[in-house]
């Protein structure tokens, strides 16, 4: 039981820790260096895209719809997915907690029943605010779809870009905070798995946020700075 409860104590605030890092820094690079990171590139080729959208033009409204629909598809499986693993998470937890005698070993950590109401409730939270920000970024995104289609002034720099990058940002931390629920649910089957799976996670993230650096011949494609 000692070595159970050192192994929760330690691995676990320390997987958290490296993501909440790694996450900081990536806020920091965002809002500093966009151009290294995917997120900051979208969020500057939407403002590009924004100044050649005309929305008095038929054409572009339809393009505008078509443009915003994967991104409202994305966000809603992610707040559908969230919803149901929670509910099946609720369901697993109780499953364990009866069956707890049979993980003696210290490997799957300690069996305590405050232990157990935290291994579930960290998940679960994390899996709420992931659901409350995929819902919020689906109203933003659809208002802006609309205002994109009512106005017929360009989009950049007025009130439809600030609800349009509201509801983008939303829909990547709902998404961000998904994935940082992924190791949270496997603190149940041992707190070691939490730790492998946060490293796991932030080298996977990384590969997907940061830009490779390119040759010192090869250009980039893009033209932000």
Wanted: with cysteine; glycine share 6%.
């Amino acid at each position: 039981m000692g070595e159970g409860i050192y192994l929760d104590t330690i691995l676990v605030p320390l997987s958290l820790f490296i993501t909440i890092v790694y996450h900081a820094f990536l806020c920091y690079t965002i809002k500093n260096k966009p151009s290294r990171t995917t997120y900051g590139i979208d969020k500057l080729r939407r403002t590009t895209w924004g100044l050649n959208v005309n929305q008095g033009d038929d054409k572009k409204a339809m393009l505008c719809v078509q443009t915003m629909r994967n991104t409202l598809m994305t966000t809603i499986l992610t707040a559908t997915i969230t919803i149901l693993v929670n509910m099946a998470l609720a369901a697993l937890n109780n499953n364990a907690f009866n069956a707890s005698h049979l993980f003696s070993s210290g490997f799957f950590g300690s069996k305590s029943d405050t232990i157990f109401l935290l291994k579930y409730a960290s998940a679960s939270i994390c899996l709420l605010i992931s659901f409350l920000c995929s819902s919020m970024a689906i109203g933003f995104l659809i208002d802006a779809n609309f205002l994109m289609n009512a106005y017929g002034d360009f989009l950049s720099g007025g009130y439809t870009q600030s609800v349009l990058e509201k509801g983008f940002t939303l829909a990547f931390v709902g998404n961000r905070v998904f994935c940082v629920a992924i190791p949270l649910m496997l603190w149940m089957l041992g707190p070691v798995l939490v730790f492998l799976a946060s490293i796991a996670l932030v080298c996977l993230l990384h590969e997907f946020d940061y830009v490779p650096k390119f040759p010192q011949g090869q250009k980039r494609c893009t033209n932000v700075k």
